[in-house]
């Protein structure tokens, strides 16, 4: 009984871990593929208020 919980422990801990790296590899790909074509992507522009600086809500 034991060795059963252990194991789906085991297992449990090992899929998590799994994912985690899995996203952090992903992530990490994505910030590389947004560095390589930084270039070629335009700037988002900011709304600036009558006096030149961007409006905030509050």
């Known amino acids: ?3 059963a919980l252990f194991i789906l422990a085991a297992m449990f801990a090992a ?8 996203r952090a590899w ?3 790909k994505r910030r590389a ?5 930084g270039a ?3 700037k988002p522009k900011r709304q600036a208020s ?3 600086h961007p409006r905030r809500a509050f």
């Open 50 to 52: 009558t006096f030149g």
């Open 26 to 28: 992903r992530s990490q």
């Open 40 to 42: 070629y992507q335009s």
């Open 33 to 37: 593929r947004y560095v390589m074509h």
């Open 15 to 22: 899929g998590f871990l799994s994912g985690y790296a899995m």
């Open 1 to 3: 009984m034991a060795t």
